[in-house]
């Protein structure tokens, strides 16, 4: 008999109360599931297996997946799909677009795959969705999340930032001692550099980054990246709660309880940040729009307290 194929496959983790949540069954689900396919648009919330789907899709929100659904890197957390991808969509901005006016965006978060294998690893495609969106839909506020762009980022950064989105997202994911295992493709001094870069470009452009907790961090690691979230400039920082996808992703170390995330919250506010979201569910682009609209407030609050002083 074959041993690998009598050998017991490995258990998946059971899941405290506080990380579970609902299948998802409403009708906007569907309706937002069938708009994607009509467009032929990816999105990370399918892609990457999100816990928050079912709400995000039920309230018509998804966060679109540009330059396909096949990533060039293989990070240990991450549940996209890892070989050579497709050629580019050219028809893919203008479909951002329209799923975008369908769905009635006020905001719009827009990510994608890594593509080291293109010469500015795709940063013109996020250049012409930005475009697309400002020419259809000139009320939604953008937000995008991007890869490292690894050996080209000052160049796509520029290019990025002058097409004027509201949000860089960009995620460190994790803490700089533990990327050799869960971030091998990535540096985490090239990712802060990249935010960096963002303020650099324009100080006025919302810079955001996030990290995953349950990997083996410690405290003392993650207070360190959000002090260096704060050197770097970086107005808005997400944490939640890492997930193994599959039996063959990392394992998860711990599941850490809501408690502990609002501790971090507290510390990561008293550090300054503009606006911190953190819990077991939180992700990137989990009630995006209601967060950019609180970091927005809170800027122009500490605009006029200046003013005033």
Known sequence: MNDIASAPKPERQRKPDWIRVKAP?????????????????????????CPNIGECWTKKHATVMILGDICTRACA????KTGMPRAVDPLEPEHVAVAAAKM?????????????DLPDGGASQFVKVIKALRRETPDTTIEILTPDFRGKMRAAVEAIVMAGPDVYNHNLETVPRLY?????GARYYASLRLLEEVKNQDPLVFTKSGIMLGLGEERLEVHQVMDDMRSAGIDFMTMGQYLQPTPRHVAVSEFVPPDTFKSYASVARSKGFLQVAASPLTRSSYHAGDDFKEMRAARQAQVGLARKK
């Not at 569907?30 to 919330?45: I, P, S």
């Not at 957390?77 to 996209?80: E, H, K, R, T």
């Open 25 to 49: 069954t409403s009708k906007g689900y569907g309706e937002t599931r069938q708009l994607m396919r009509d467009l032929k648009l990816h999105t990370v919330c399918e892609e990457a297996a």
């Open 104 to 116: 009635g965006l006020e905001h719009i978060v827009i990510t994608s795959v890594d593509r080291d």
């Open 77 to 80: 957390f991450c549940n996209v």
């Open 180 to 184: 050799p295992t869960i971030r091998p």
